[in-house]
Each structure stands twice: as C-alpha cells, then as structure tokens.
C-alpha cells in the first residue's frame, strides 16, 4: 500500500502554512495574535534605551537631514526619529514615535557598538526582561535591520544562527543557555554602564542652517522698515543739476575662447574605504537570504552596484520570490531568465564617495614595491600596465579651427585573492597614491575575495 502512495510534493502554500504555524507560536492564549513579534525598548541600568532601530550609513555628517528624510521618504514612511552614530563610519539610525520610540531616548546598539570598536565584526544576542536583543556590527557598521528586539526566544535563535554563516567574527555572544560553541555570555548590564551621545532627534528639528536663513531675513525686513521710517523724517534734498558730458567710446574686445578643463582621471577617484565597506555589508545582506532549494553563485562588487545569479537546485520559482519579498532588502532587484531555473540579482551600493589624490610613483616602482611585498608574505599576484587613452576637442583660435588633444595616461593593473580580512589589505592600499579598487569579488564557498584594482602614474 506505502508504494501505491504518492510522493508528497513541497508546494508555496506548504511554506505559507509553515509561516501561519509560526506566527500563531506567538499568539497569546486568548488567541489575540495583534501583538508585534519585536519590541521598541530596553531597560538598563533604570534607563530607557531605543532598539530595533534602522541603520544606514551616512555621508554628510555636516548636513545628514536630506540623507535621513529621503530614507524615510522611500523606506520607512511616517518615521520621526533619529540618531547620528560617529565612528571609522558614520551612521545614522530610523525610529519611529508610533511604534514606542521617544526623542532623547540612547540608542543600545550605538552605545555598544562604541564599546565593540575593539574588534570591528561583533553578533550578540542578549537577553532581557523585554525578550532577546539581536545586534550584529560588521566592520564597525550597524547591519541595516540587525538592531532588534525579538519577543519570541525562537526568534533570536533564528536570526542568531542565520548571521552565524558568515564567518570571521571578532566576537559572538549568545545566551549560556543556548549551549552554542564558540560564544561567551555577557551581561549588558556591564556593558552599557552610560548611555552614550546617540540619542533620538525629531526629523523635522531645524536645522542651523535653516535658522541662520530665516534670522538673516528678519533683519533684511528690520533694515528695510528702518529705512523706509526714517525717510519719512528726512528733509528732501534739491537736485544738483550738471551738465552732462559725452560718454567715452569704449572698443569692445574679442573675448578669448574658453580652452576645455582636463580633469585627470585620478582626480575622481573613488574612496577605497568607502567602497570596500558598502561592498561588504551588501554581500552580508545577501548571505543572510536563505531560499530552500536555491543556491546563490559568485558574487561581484563594482561601483554600479553588487551582482550575483541564484539557481535552482530543487524546489520552484516562487520561493525565490517569496524570500525576496519577505526579506525587503532596499535596493535590491532581480531578473529571471528564460528557463525559470536562474535569476541574476543585483543590489543598490549607494553613492560611494569620490576624491582626488596626486599620482607620485612610476610604474616599474609599483611594480617592484607590489611584488616585494607579495613575495614576501607568500601571496601571489597578476600585475599588468596599460595605457588609458583620453581625446579632447581644444579650439585656440575660437572657431576657425578644431585640434583633438590626445592625453595617455600609464597605470598599473592588479588582481589577487585572499581569505584575510578586508582591513588587512587596507592598509596596503593606503600605501599607494592614486589607487583605486574597480570590482571586488566573493566566492561564498571559500569565503575568498578577490581584488581589482589599478593605481595612475604621474604625468611627465
């Protein structure tokens, strides 16, 4: 009889029942299931700390207002509060009044993250009279929604195991009662002995800047009411008629052409650090996505964007589709091919930050200070110099005629791949001007990076 059954097919609805079971796991005994499976605050220390916070890396730290309304705008509209973060890079945090968050409230994960700085990957789970904290900081950034609060201990597990999967963390901590290997458990209690500087701001505060414009238009409107009241008590002065004399004949000149700026390609450069940081977050974002049946391939970082193709295995399209959906990562799009087994996903990066740095080593110097210094740590590398080549119209004369002005300029192309941590190849890259890393790449199978790069040498 057992071989005359049908084998049972996995199906969508099958994984929707598995999500209803779980949620109705939260319900409380009356069966009201309107409760929020998160929580808005902690107390520590008899005080009153912000969580489950949005995070995003900031750019303008002297004006972060149009950076935090436009995330609000496009992402988590009706939100009101926020909180600056300082450190190797800056963020800001999104709460919201309605959801139980408070202006002058600290930020937890700001306050230790700050405490986090001597080692920049931490994931923690703590556990508090509210229900189970879930932070996790890669590279000294707050992961975008991994400062939360989970009300169901299930919950944390689940978020706990799944940033587990990335490797290389500096510092895990979980509960001693999870038994998880290769944690420690922590009392926040000792950890967040202040508060910290990061605390909740409304949105629509006024800014400096708005205030200076509007004092400086209310004296404008002094100034003039002045002027005009003081006129009233003025005796009129008689004109003073002169004769006027012939103006002089005045020879207009021929303008001289405007001859064309060269902006050197080093003189947009874009910021490595920067670059490197919102790569690895975004691939951190991905390897957190879990699809059953489906496998995502190598990913690739330029500044454009981050790149990867997921393929089916087992299962079905629509699973995919769900998880993207269910995940909301911001910026994050795909395209399915024809077969319906494979889907090229791409993430947003953001504006990564340009700057001008002067070329000053020659190509065979390059050359030589890279291959000492791989040689000596064992590590290989492919070094290549090219020549870019940039054509520009310049008209001396105005219009008469036209000449192309024909620029090259030499480089040196790199390529290696690593296991080590991205900050360790840092501070190699910062040893040479007018260096600039154009596509990163991830293997999440070896867990390898792979770096290309190319690094200007200065114009004779």
Same mark, same amino acid.
């Given at each position: 009889m057992?071989?005359?059954?049908?084998?049972?097919?996995?199906?969508?609805?099958?994984?929707?029942?598995?999500?209803?079971?779980?949620?109705?796991? %939260?319900?409380?005994?009356?069966?009201?299931?309107?409760?929020?499976?998160?929580?808005?605050?902690?107390?520590?220390?008899?005080? @009153?700390?912000?969580?489950?916070?949005?995070w995003?890396?900031?750019?303008?730290?002297?004006?972060?207002?149009?950076?935090?309304?436009?995330?609000?705008?496009?992402?988590?509209?009706?939100?009101?509060?926020?909180?600056?973060?300082?450190g190797?890079?800056p963020?800001?945090?999104?709460?919201?009044s309605?959801?139980?968050?408070?202006?002058?409230?600290?930020?937890a994960?700001?306050?230790?993250a700050? /405490?986090?700085?001597?080692?920049?990957?931490?994931?923690?789970?703590?556990?508090?009279?509210?229900?189970?904290?879930?932070?996790?900081?890669?590279?000294?950034?707050?992961? =975008?929604?991994?400062?939360?609060?989970?009300?169901?201990?299930? *919950?944390?597990?689940?978020?706990?195991?799944?940033?587990?999967?990335?490797? *290389?963390?500096? &510092?895990?901590?979980?509960?001693?009662?999870?038994?998880?290997?290769?944690?420690?458990?922590?009392?926040?209690?000792?950890?967040?002995k =202040?508060?910290?500087?990061?605390?909740?701001?409304?949105?629509n505060? @006024?800014?400096?800047?708005?205030?200076?414009?509007?004092? %400086?238009?209310g004296?404008?409107?002094?100034?003039? %009411?002045?002027k005009?009241?003081?006129?009233?008590f003025?005796?009129?002065?008689?004109?003073?008629? &002169?004769?006027?004399?012939?103006?002089?004949?005045i020879?207009?000149?021929?303008?001289?052409p405007?001859?064309?700026?060269?902006?050197?390609?080093?003189?947009?450069?874009?910021?490595?650090?920067?670059?490197? !940081?919102?790569?690895?977050?975004?691939?951190m974002?991905?390897?957190?996505?879990?699809?059953?049946g489906? /496998?995502?391939?190598?990913?690739?970082? =330029?500044?454009?964007?981050?790149?990867? @193709?997921?393929?089916?295995?087992w299962?079905?399209?629509?699973?995919?589709?769900r998880?993207?959906?269910?995940?909301n990562?911001? %910026?994050?799009?795909?395209?399915?091919?024809?077969?319906? /087994?494979?889907?090229?996903?791409?993430?947003?990066?953001? *504006?990564?930050?340009?700057?001008?740095?002067?070329?000053?080593? &020659?190509?065979?110097?390059?050359?030589e200070?890279?291959? !000492?210094?791989?040689?000596?740590?064992?590590?290989?590398?492919?070094?290549?110099?090219? &020549?870019?080549v940039?054509?520009?119209?310049?008209?001396? *004369?105005?219009?008469? @005629?036209?000449?192309?002005?024909?620029?090259?300029?030499?480089?040196?192309?790199?390529s290696?791949?690593?296991?080590?941590?991205?900050?360790d190849?840092?501070?190699?890259?910062?040893?040479?001007?007018?260096?600039?890393?154009?596509?990163? /790449?991830?293997?999440?199978?070896?867990?390898?990076?792979?770096?290309?790069g190319?690094?200007?040498?200065?114009?004779?």
């Amino acid at each position: 009889m057992a071989a005359e059954e049908e084998e049972e097919e996995l199906t969508v609805d099958d994984l929707e029942d598995d999500s209803e079971n779980l949620e109705t796991d %939260g319900e409380s005994e009356d069966g009201d299931s309107s409760e929020p499976s998160w929580g808005p605050t902690i107390v520590v220390n008899n005080v @009153t700390y912000a969580v489950s916070l949005f995070w995003q890396p900031l750019q303008d730290t002297n004006d972060p207002y149009p950076e935090v309304k436009e995330t609000v705008e496009n992402v988590m509209e009706g939100a009101d509060l926020f909180c600056l973060r300082s450190g190797t890079s800056p963020q800001y945090g999104i709460g919201n009044s309605a959801e139980g968050h408070k202006s002058g409230m600290p930020s937890a994960a700001a306050a230790v993250a700050e /405490k986090f700085q001597d080692k920049s990957s931490s994931v923690a789970v703590f556990e508090v009279d509210e229900g189970w904290w879930f932070i996790a900081v890669r590279n000294d950034l707050i992961l =975008s929604e991994e400062d939360i609060l989970y009300l169901n201990e299930e *919950d944390a597990k689940k978020a706990f195991f799944a940033m587990m999967a990335v490797p *290389d963390w500096g &510092r895990k901590i979980a509960p001693a009662s999870w038994e998880i290997e290769g944690t420690e458990e922590v009392d926040l209690w000792d950890i967040l002995k =202040s508060p910290g500087s990061s605390k909740l701001m409304r949105i629509n505060k @006024t800014s400096s800047k708005t205030k200076m414009i509007v004092l %400086g238009a209310g004296l404008l409107v002094l100034f003039v %009411g002045w002027k005009l009241i003081s006129g009233l008590f003025d005796t009129p002065k008689k004109p003073v008629i &002169r004769p006027l004399a012939p103006l002089p004949v005045i020879e207009e000149e021929e303008p001289l052409p405007e001859q064309p700026k060269v902006v050197h390609p080093w003189e947009k450069l874009i910021v490595t650090e920067d670059f490197l !940081n919102r790569c690895q977050a975004a691939v951190m974002q991905m390897k957190t996505i879990i699809v059953p049946g489906w /496998k995502m391939g190598d990913v690739s970082c =330029s500044p454009t964007g981050l790149s990867t @193709t997921w393929t089916m295995e087992w299962g079905n399209l629509g699973w995919l589709k769900r998880a993207f959906q269910e995940y909301n990562i911001h %910026g994050l799009d795909f395209l399915i091919d024809d077969s319906g /087994k494979n889907a090229i996903v791409s993430l947003a990066l953001g *504006d990564i930050a340009v700057h001008s740095e002067t070329p000053k080593m &020659r190509v065979y110097e390059m050359r030589e200070e890279l291959t !000492n210094i791989f040689q000596s740590i064992n590590q290989s590398i492919a070094l290549k110099e090219e &020549r870019t080549v940039h054509k520009m119209e310049n008209s001396p *004369d105005g219009l008469k @005629t036209v000449e192309t002005v024909i620029k090259t300029y030499p480089k040196l192309k790199f390529s290696f791949s690593s296991e080590l941590p991205m900050e360790d190849w840092l501070v190699l890259f910062k040893k040479f001007p007018a260096l600039e890393i154009v596509n990163l /790449k991830f293997n999440p199978n070896s867990n390898t990076w792979t770096y290309e790069g190319q690094i200007y040498e200065p114009l004779l």
